[in-house]
């Protein structure tokens, strides 16, 4: 903060102190305003308050053309298409010109966190030769009246003003978190700071045109689009919205090609399996799996990346990084049973759909058991959530079965499966059939979950009474290595001979009383821990 700036603050601070002393002792407020009013236009003409307007530019990024490319971001072949086919009217005005086309003023880039909204906008700058300036909506929002106003109109001036120095015909202005600049109007009475701010920028982009020396584009990001005043997202604005959605398992395997290929990777890495283990994963979830795996391998003193680095990195960015933690015998054993009894329904269930099991201790967990689907999917038959509440009850089933009673590590089991119970009921997909949310009771709504969870824990327990032995055969195992992959687990379940810890068996895969090889749902890729008993 600059020292002007400092003046300008220590001079409010002062002046309220001295009016609420003033107030207390009864005397006459009149001169006091009228002297805080020299004082403000003495201030603003001199330049030091007009700076409090003007100090979020040193928030903006530099007006440079940046030297990230499409091809430097992966997974999102739709968003790219839909995004370089507005970009082409920027780089052909005169081809737009001809058949009539008005300019695309803005692009409004919607996804989750991390999904690289901020990558496209900088690829979007490189593509089309234009110098990028990127802010933030927080950096707009001022108690003061009019600021925010200013700081809109003075970061479109600079950005014509950078084109213009760096001899740029366009720019790309990128506001990222725009629902705190563009939310909807009206939601602050008391203070409309907001509102104003907003309607400077609406004023900003209508007056954008494809025949000014400098064309502007501006690149908006958000993972909140309904929270957006409408007369934002109306045709004129932003007059296209790019969904950037979580990548699909060939946009994840671009990904990691994109974030290794500057890592030496050993013969044995199969970034196919790693983007099948990954589903769910954001493409800075992905960055920072290939970054946390080099790490591993720099720890090990290993001069390449491994496949088991790549593993154990999904488990870190998942759940965290290993804890001190030293259970007690009879505690470790329980954590083994409870995650033996996840991975051998899981595997009847759906043979081949158990990743890795482990007792080492991450997180908020003492163990866990993590599963990869075969395939990507959005959808979610009756079945399949009746499996992974299946699968998450198992745990307590096994150690009921096995020590004779469960525990409290069972507890982020249920909440799980009573979420997954809960869809399934206001899905349709239980015995109540349609319901609307706002018209069915809370007690019909308990009564059908509970119904779904007993029958799913009465079918574990069918499932794992008769094989107890197999269930303390992989629970003794896990306990001498720690970590068993899936090869390993199946391995043991078909009763073939112990091979060393950490090597990989080849076996065949188990088969579900069915027959058949079920799809795995997407809950079940999430890992089944164990909290810490309370």
Known sequence: MRKKELLVYAALGAGA????????????????????????????????????????????????????????????????????EALELVNRPDRARRLGIRPIKGILLAGPPGTGKTLLAKAAAHFTDSVFLATSGSEFIEVYA?????????????????????????????????????????????????????????????????????????????NRPDLLDPA?????????????????????????????????????????????????????HLESLANEAAILAMREGSAQVEQRHLREAIDKVVMGEKLERKPRRQELFRVAVHEAGHALVSELLNPGSTSSLTISPRGGALGYVRQSPQDDFYLYARSELEEQICVLL?????????????????ANDY????????????????????????????????????????????????????????????????????????????GILEGGRRPPCGTTPTVRLLRSPSGRAGITSRGQNSPAGVKKPA
Do not use: W
Request: contains cysteine; hydrophobic residues 40%.
């Open 394 to 410: 198992a745990g307590a089933v096994a150690e009921e079965l096995v020590l004779g009673e469960p525990s409290t590590g069972a």
């Open 17 to 84: 102190g001295v009016v609420a002393y003033l107030a207390t002792r009864e005397v006459n407020l009149i001169p006091v305003v009228v002297l805080a009013g020299l004082l403000y236009f003495l201030i603003y003409s001199t330049g030091a308050g007009r700076a409090l307007g003007r100090r979020f530019v040193t928030q903006v990024s530099e007006g440079t053309c940046p030297r990230v490319t499409f091809e430097d971001v992966g997974g999102q072949g739709a968003a790219k298409k839909e995004l370089l």
């Open 146 to 222: 009019g600021v925010g106003a200013q700081r809109v109109r003075e970061l479109f001036r600079r950005a014509r003003e950078q084109a213009r120095r760096a001899g740029k015909r366009s720019a790309v202005v990128f506001i990222d978190e725009l629902e705190v600049l563009g939310g909807r109007r009206g939601r602050y009475s008391a203070h409309l700071e907001y509102d104003q701010t907003l309607n400077q920028l609406l004023v900003e982009m209508d007056g954008l045109s494809i025949d000014d020396d400098v064309r502007l584009l501006l690149i908006g990001a958000t």
């Open 415 to 490: 909440e799980t499966a009573c979420q997954a119970a809960r869809r399934m009921v206001y899905a349709g997909l239980s015995a109540l059939g349609a319901v609307d949310p706002d018209l069915v009771s809370g007690d019909a709504v308990q009564r059908a979950m509970s119904d779904i969870m007993t029958r799913q824990r009465e079918r574990a327990q069918a499932l794992l009474r008769p094989r107890e032995e197999i269930v303390r055969r992989l629970a003794g195992r896990v306990l001498e290595c720690e970590t068993l992959s899936g090869e390993e687990i199946r």
């Open 232 to 284: 934002l997202l109306r045709p004129g604005r932003f007059d296209r919205v790019v969904r950037v959605d979580l990548p699909d398992r060939e946009g994840r395997l671009q990904i990691l090609k994109v974030h290794t290929r500057n890592k030496p990777l050993a013969a044995d890495v199969s970034l196919e399996a790693i983007a099948r283990e990954t589903m769910g994963f954001s493409g800075a």
